[in-house]
Structures are given as C-alpha cells and as structure tokens.
C-alpha cells in the first residue's frame, strides 16, 4: 500500500503535475516455483486481478487464479482451432410483432459446433465483427428476396466490444460493406456494460446512434439499476428478460413488472420485446398486454439463414395469429 500510495503522488516535470498509478501483484514461494520466471508469471498474473479491481490495487496471487488464466488460455486456443476449423455458424431466432403475426426481424446468435465445449458467449471481440458481418450480409440478402418487407437485424454485443477503439467505424465499414441500411441494425447490450467506464461507453453508443443504429437492453429487469441507464443512455428498446415471462403466469409479481416495463416502454417510445415466449397462454397475456414484440420457443427456435427465408416465403402467421 505504501508503494501504491507513493506512486500516485504527482511527479512534477517541467512544472506539470503528472500522475501516474501503479497495481501490484504478490504471489509467495512455494514448491509450485521452480525458476524465478514461475514467480514472476503468477505475480504477473496476480497484478492483473489488482488491475481488474480498479486502479491503484495490489492482490495476493492464490492458485485459483491460476486455473482461471489456463482455461483462459485453453479456450483462446481452443477459439484459434475453431476458426481454423469453421466450426462457429450464426443462426437466426425470428422476432415476431404480436398484432400482425408476421416476423418483424430476427436476433444473430452464434454457435460453436464443439462436441465439448458447446456455446460461445459474444465478448469475443473477432467473433464479435464476425458474426456481425455475417448477418448484415444474411440481412441484405432477405432484403433482396422480399424487398417489400421491413425487417430488421439484432447483434448481441459485449462491453468489451464496445471498448474497443475504434468500434463505432467498424460497425460503419460493415454497413458499407454489406449495404445495410443502419437503422436496420439494432445492437442488443446489457446493462453490465455500463459497469466500467460507463461515460466511454455512452460516448460509443451516441456515436453509433449518430450513424442511426439502434441501441437495445437485453436481458432487462436482471441487471443493476436499470431505470437509471434509460434515463441517461440513448435506448431504442428493451427486451423483457425471460424469466419474468417464464414466471408471468404463475406469478401476480412477474405479471405486474412485465406491465410495468410495458408502461414505461410505451411512455417513452421505447420498442419492447418479450424474451423467451413458451406457452401459447404467455403469447395470449402478452397480446392483452400489448406487448408489441415476441420471441421464444413457441414461436421459434433459433434456425439458420435459410430457414428464415422459407420463414419469410410463407410468413404464416403461425402461432402468432389471433385464431
Ligand atoms: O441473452 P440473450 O437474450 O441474447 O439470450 C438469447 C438466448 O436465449 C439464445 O441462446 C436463445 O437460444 C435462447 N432462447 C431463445 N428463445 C428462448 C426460449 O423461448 N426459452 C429459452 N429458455 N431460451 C430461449
Ligand atoms: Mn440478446
């Protein structure tokens, strides 16, 4: 502590102030090290945890740490080997608008054909451009087939994405590329995003909302304090976490803050989308409730790129429709 303290103190060059910060990892000897290069990878490893805490941290290296960092390096490799190996395909779960039955758009979700390991999540960030570009490319060519329907494309993405430099251009290159019509676009984040940095953060939302993107809250309800992100941050739609609409039936709680989240949404024109529609009595309470977009099981699951087509083709209200 005393060091991190001495090194925050200003050091004057010049006659400017500079400040600087330091984050220091302490790991112990122990039989585990053989050579000084042992100790120093899992101090190394240890100041990487003080840094994830915050600035100006220090952390005792503990062996837990450790694993955590080789299963980090496993699944990079692993990531490595998969897109060598073509094995991520992007599939397509359709968003239905709950008046007219017919499909309004659809949510990009990755998939990794791994025996073991199964599913990937989007906070990798060249799956993340990927799969992206991938559905933009999907979605111009829907646009082609069925030029008279309006349909939109949403894009799960990490706040590690949006961190990046340059996020926002490359969103825009994409759109150029695949000639995709930005407001056609809407990214789905989490509120967790806002967590670290959260005015970097707005300021790569506003930049993407500058190009016409639309920004939507996933996952909502689930998170920190929700109300205080939408009055602050540019949001264009909720979606309705599903576990408020898997307990909405059973639940007077989960129904009321479905309504409530309705509400809201319908008084600050905000879309809202109901996550994870299973039961035709849930569709036919979110009909009631006029709860304008659906998606879920019950309607479908996620299909690939030419599923939706055949989806589109018949754009049969299926159960969406009032009979
Ligand atoms: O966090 P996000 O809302 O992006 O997660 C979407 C995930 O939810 C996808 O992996 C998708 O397969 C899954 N999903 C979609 N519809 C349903 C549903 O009706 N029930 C359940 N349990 N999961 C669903
Ligand atoms: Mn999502």
Not at 86 to 115: K, M
Request: charged fraction near 20%; glycine fraction near 6%.
């Amino acid at each position: 502590q005393c060091i991190v303290d001495q090194l925050s103190l200003p050091i004057v060059i010049d006659e400017h102030d500079i400040f600087t910060s330091c984050s220091i990892g302490i790991v112990t000897a122990d039989v585990t090290h053989t050579s000084p290069e042992d100790l120093l990878r899992d101090a190394d490893i240890a100041m990487y945890e003080a840094k994830k805490q915050g600035q100006r941290r220090w952390a005792f290296f503990d062996v837990s740490m450790r694993e955590a960092a080789i299963d980090a390096l496993v699944m990079q490799n692993a990531l490595k080997q998969a897109v060598v190996n073509n094995e991520f395909s992007v599939v397509y779960q359709p968003i239905y608008n709950i008046f007219t039955g017919e499909i309004s758009g659809a949510e990009a979700l990755v998939r990794w054909r791994h025996p073991v390991l199964g599913q990937v999540s989007p906070a990798i960030h060249e799956l993340g451009r990927w799969v992206m570009q991938e559905g933009c490319a999907e979605l111009q060519r829907w646009k082609a087939e069925f030029p008279a329907l309006i349909l939109h494309l949403n894009v799960n993405v990490s706040g590690v994405e949006l961190s990046r430099p340059g996020y926002a251009s490359q969103v825009k290159e994409i759109l150029a590329q695949t000639g995709i019509d930005a407001n056609d676009l809407q990214v789905e984040i989490t509120e967790s995003v806002f967590l670290h940095q959260p005015d970097a953060i707005a300021r790569v939302l506003e930049s993407l909302r500058e190009l016409g993107v639309r920004i939507a809250l996933d996952d909502f309800g689930t998170g920190y304090s929700a109300l205080g992100y939408i009055d602050r941050y540019p949001i264009d739609a909720i979606k309705i976490d599903q576990s408020f609409v898997s307990r909405m039936m059973t639940y007077h709680r989960s129904e009321a803050i479905v309504g409530s989240i309705l509400s809201l949404g319908r008084a600050l024109h905000i879309d809202i989308i109901a996550e994870g529609v299973e039961t035709q009595p849930q569709l036919q309470r979110l009909r009631e409730m006029e709860c304008p977009f659906v998606q879920g099981y019950l309607l479908s699951q996620p299909v690939n790129a030419e599923k939706i087509v055949t989806l589109l083709e018949s754009q049969t209200p299926n159960a969406v429709s009032e009979n």
